[in-house]
């Protein structure tokens, strides 16, 4: 795509949130040479938090400097959104600074959802969806001896990746599912995860749940005290009340409820991207793959209304989920456009290669993005929402 042609005006452009989503939107903006970009971010490095786990484990890193990442001309300010005036066209920053602009674009992403309603868990539990989060885990891992018990709360794929990151590392780690394992993956591929995982020594309890978290252990819901001298919690996502302490409509969890154009309802001048967007109430499944995809049709609406044209509907797809278990093993979870798995998938080392590619690749894609506006492509023709009938849902397993 060609750089489209300046309207005579300069337009300000504000991206809240700096992950995957708000740095494709920024850096697609750029196919318009009249538009002020800036990005608000809380930190002043990229997240990469499809590498948290090896953060906390001691096997990677999960930065990367915004001077590599971002296209020249984007303004990055490191503070927090505090208030979205709509009406007036401004943010508020925690700094006491405010922002203007003509269009805003919400890219605030997801965090872990706090585990309140189980007793101890918000004071003992390490959570592993953020930077901080990561990096407190780890100082708590390296005071530990190797062999001293680790349980790891949630069976979804971050629950997966963080016990196999630390069985790998000799760890003795239980994996408490509170379900069924990798509920995501059909049963091929939750077999492939599992036999994986207990290659590494990872002992998984499947329907076991926690019913309280102490310093030095987990209390399951049979009563059984489980020895745990760190407790990861995985168990499920949230995201930033911003919309919602702003007066902007959301859902149930607090995503910015948005048309087909990723614009909120609330606002025409305020558009959504990535794990805060709320698309006719029917949210794509929070990760980089359905981010990055949302992110350049975000900014395209943007672009469209700037030009005064129709901003396009959202149209892209997925085409499986890719997990690393330990550096050595992982599963691709192949899928159909629509995010539901398939009995077909791809395990072993070849799998965490083509994870380690996968996770080289968005890094890769972000810069060439930055260097060449329009470059990014994606998959398109999926459906929402991913949702198989029940009897088909069972032929999977």
Known sequence: MSELQPTGTRKRVVVIGGGYAGTMAAN?????????????????????????????????TATADYGTLLGNGIELVVDKAEHIDAAARRVRLASGAELEYDYLIYAVGSTGATPVAVPGAAEYAFVLAELEGAQRLRYA?????????????????????????????????????GGILGPSLSGPGRRSVAKQLRKLGVTILETATVNEVRWDSVVLNDGEVLPSA???????????DLATRSGLRTDSIGRLLTDETLTSISDE??????????????????????????????????????????????????????????????????????????????????????????????LWGLRKEAAKPGW????????????LPADKQAALR
């Open 28 to 60: 697609h903006l750029r196919l318009r040479a009249d538009v002020d970009i800036t990005l608000v971010n809380t930190r002043p490095q990229f997240v990469e938090r499809i590498r948290l786990h090896q953060l906390a484990a001691g096997t990677g």
């Open 269 to 362: 001048r305020i558009v959504a991207a990535g794990d805060a967007a709320a698309p006719s109430n029917q949210p794509l499944r929070m990760s980089c793959q359905a981010a990055n995809p949302m992110a350049a049709q975000a900014a395209n609406t943007v672009l469209a209304r700037i030009a005064g044209t129709t901003p396009a509907k959202l149209n892209q797809a997925f085409t499986g989920q890719c997990i690393s278990v330990g550096r050595s093993y992982g599963t691709v979870q192949l899928a159909r456009l629509d995010d539901t798995p398939i009995r077909l998938y791809i395990g072993g080392r070849t799998a965490a290669t083509i994870k380690e590619l996968v996770c080289k690749g968005t």
């Open 141 to 177: 891992l390296a005071d530990l001896p190797p062999n001293a018990p680790v349980t790891v709360v949630g069976g979804g794929l971050t629950g997966i990746e963080a016990a196999g990151e630390l069985g790998e590392e000799g760890r003795a780690v239980t994996l408490v599912c």
């Open 230 to 240: 760190v407790t990861v919690w995985t168990a499920g996502f949230g995201v930033p």
């Open 376 to 387: 990014y492509r994606w998959i398109k023709g999926g459906k929402r929402p991913a949702q």
